[in-house]
């Protein structure tokens, strides 16, 4: 099923290549709130949880972004909150992904995008990657665009949850293998956690992606959370102050 999965893929990033970067017809903010599902979660009893809400920043590109989606409500970060909060965890996500972006833009924007939240974030969410897959950039520029990244991080004091994808066989093995090896190794260099390659659990059902077969549908991105949402929750840290809303 992987193999099959891989192969969909690499037709599909090879027709993408052809017509360019993957980008949503209108960008998304630097930053988007996810409070509408926040809210709903917190009108429900069962999930409404008293206490310190732990902050949690979705730094990607359009697989947070919510590309090909009718509302940023369906997205992952949305998602994710509110499967974390149905198991208990009083979480805020902000969603701040770009569609098209590669690890070398978000490089570019994540100092800004850390700098112009209300209050640090206790975790970031780091998924980037796939568009330096789309475009054929050399393994080693993504493992050092995310090495920048991670160590901006840890210069703030914030830990990050790194959500790791894997190159088809399309592309060879030499470079397969390099750009496989690169998350596993930054998330150990770094302290990571890391979530083994995010997207494996829509890959290989065409029913749970678009019709470009890279992006999720609604349903594909339930399947992402129910898949990731337990690691995440692992990661979180422990409310331990005051000024948290």
């Keep these: 099923?992987?193999?099959?999965?891989?192969?969909?893929?690499?037709?599909?990033?090879?027709?993408?290549?052809?017509?360019?970067?993957?980008?949503?017809?209108?960008?998304?903010?630097?930053?988007?709130s996810t409070a509408s599902a926040a809210s709903a979660a917190t009108d429900n009893p069962d999930t409404a949880i008293a206490g310190r809400a732990v902050r949690v920043l979705a730094f990607g590109d359009s697989l947070f972004a919510g590309y090909g989606l009718t509302s940023p409500d369906l997205a992952y970060p949305a998602r994710l909150e509110a499967a974390l909060r149905a198991d208990g965890h009083d979480v805020k996500v902000t969603?701040?992904?770009?569609?098209?972006?590669?690890?070398?833009?978000?490089?570019?924007?994540?100092?800004?995008?850390?700098?112009?939240?209300?209050?640090?974030?206790?975790?970031?969410?780091?998924?980037?990657?796939?568009?330096?897959?789309?475009?054929?950039?050399?393994?080693?520029?993504?493992?050092?665009?995310?090495?920048?990244?991670?160590g901006e991080l840890e210069k703030r004091g914030i830990p990050a949850v790194l959500m790791s994808l894997q190159a088809p066989p399309n592309y060879g093995a030499t470079w397969?293998?390099?750009?496989?090896?690169?998350?596993?190794?930054?998330?150990?260099?770094h302290g990571a956690t890391l979530v083994p390659f995010v997207t494996q659990a829509v890959f290989a059902n065409p029913a749970l992606l678009q019709a470009d077969r890279v992006h999720p549908t609604a349903k594909g991105v339930e399947a992402l959370v129910s898949a990731t949402s337990d690691a995440v929750a692992e990661a979180l840290?422990?409310?331990?102050?005051?000024?948290?809303l």
């Design 237 to 244: 840290p422990q409310p331990d102050g005051p000024d948290r």
């Design 95 to 150: 969603n701040a992904g770009v569609s098209g972006d590669t690890t070398a833009a978000g490089r570019q924007r994540l100092a800004f995008t850390l700098d112009s939240q209300p209050a640090p974030p206790d975790l970031v969410l780091l998924e980037l990657g796939g568009n330096d897959l789309l475009r054929g950039l050399p393994p080693e520029q993504t493992r050092a665009n995310l090495a920048a990244m991670l």
């Design 176 to 189: 397969q293998n390099q750009f496989d090896a690169l998350y596993p190794a930054l998330a150990k260099e």
């Design 1 to 32: 099923m992987r193999l099959r999965g891989w192969m969909m893929l690499g037709a599909a990033m090879a027709l993408a290549g052809c017509q360019g970067e993957v980008a949503a017809p209108d960008p998304a903010p630097a930053a988007t």
